[in-house]
């Protein structure tokens, strides 16, 4: 990263690959033994209880002075790096949230305004006002019940939608195509189309990825007018959010908006999915139906530092922007908030699951902990029961590290320092 950070040293310890990293401060790298062990049960534990193997639980953490990485893989499994890239599909609305958040930070939006209205400074309305944009009480919806999940939107990428054989839009069309590139109009056009929605705005939470297509599509309309030409939310991200002219530049995160643009840039983890048919290993996919909601993919290192810097207030936005994001939260739901939830001891952040990756990344103002962890395994043999197993032992994972971190014995550096490590971008 062009951010003066450096890796000062990495440990292998043989196929186990325990690495560890420290950036910007001059702290001795710290490998875990300890560390490992805790998230080694953890995967253990799961695949005792899935009875299936678990390629790998992946765990990265930093503290105030010092980096942790460990890598647990299976027996045919491999050990993952901190630069190792993965699909870390719904951490993408934290971004999202950012970036709404910024541009209500600069009066370019405001959060507070409803879709029918205009974009501040312009007779230009958030939202095309046409029939596809045309969802059940679009008037009555603002931008911050979208964040919350709290106005009610359906959602095509999840839920079934009429006319698709009973699937959700996304899945129907890929179905018969799988190369095609969907755009948000399209997408947000069925719930137009059909009337489709959960409940009157402000009146419940319902979690909807096509929410944030909506708030997707007003950032690329809002930057499109600030920039005096047309822009897309991936533009807004990588220009201002990752790119070299970023606060926090983090060129190896990236969110593909086209169907063509199937595969990840090496070194990266593929994604498993385990079916009553067998193991499907997925090495590449189309993610232009999930822009601004899920289509993002990184390394470790990267999305740390982005969950870190953005809820420390050293990022696009400023303190109090951060805690306008962290506490603004529904009556129907007071641990999710602006896009990102509130889960005690791990703090402020997000998950995602998409094709066979699941991933968690969390910031904890008060122990200045941050955490991402990564599994690339779905169980689908019991539908969302066995999903929901894998995904807990994440949380399980990050939960007794922070254990671990707490207890009177915290994790002590392994003595054994015979390699180094350096993450894309870093001088």
Known sequence: MKTG??????????????????????AQDASSPELFQAV?????????????????????????????????????????????????????????????????????LRIQDRLSDRIPGTEEPYL?????????????????????????VYDVSNDPVPECDGMSYEAYKLSKDPSHTFSAEELVGQAARYKLSYFEPGKGYHYSNTGYTLLGEIIARV??????????????????????????????????????DRTLPEPFSPGHILDKEGLHTLAEGNVSA????????GSFYSLNRFIRTLFQGRNVLQPETVSLMQKSVSPHNPHYALGCFHREPLGYGHDGARMGNISIMV??????????????????????????????????????????????KPPEPSADESASCVSPGEE
């Open 5 to 26: 950070a450096m890796i000062l040293r990495g440990v292998l310890a043989g196929w186990l690959c325990l690495l560890a990293v420290v950036l910007e401060l001059p």
């Open 40 to 108: 080694e049960r953890v995967r253990q534990d799961l695949e005792e209880e899935l009875g299936a193997a678990i390629p790998s639980l992946n765990l990265y953490l930093e503290t105030s002075n010092r980096v942790y990485f460990v890598s647990a893989p299976s027996a045919e499994g491999k050990g993952l790096t901190t630069n190792t890239i993965f699909r870390f599909a719904s951490n993408t609305k934290v971004f999202t949230a950012a970036a709404i958040l910024n541009l209500h930070q600069q009066g370019k």
């Open 128 to 152: 095309p006002e046409t029939p596809a944009w045309n969802i059940p009480h679009r008037e009555r919806i603002t931008l911050e019940m979208l964040l919350l999940h709290a106005a009610g």
């Open 223 to 260: 930057y499109s007018l600030q920039c005096g030409s047309r822009k897309s939310c991936s533009d807004y991200f990588h220009e201002v959010l990752t790119g070299s002219e970023s606060p926090v530049p983090l060129p190896d995160i990236r969110f593909p908006d086209q169907a063509c």
């Open 290 to 297: 999930n822009v601004a909601e899920g289509n993002g993919y």
């Open 363 to 408: 910031y904890h103002p008060q122990t200045d902990i941050s955490i991402v962890v990564y599994m690339p395994f779905w169980d689908l043999r019991e539908g969302r029961d066995s999903l929901f197993k894998c995904q807990e032992a994440l949380f399980r994972a990050a939960d007794r590290a922070i254990e671990l971190l707490q207890s009177s």
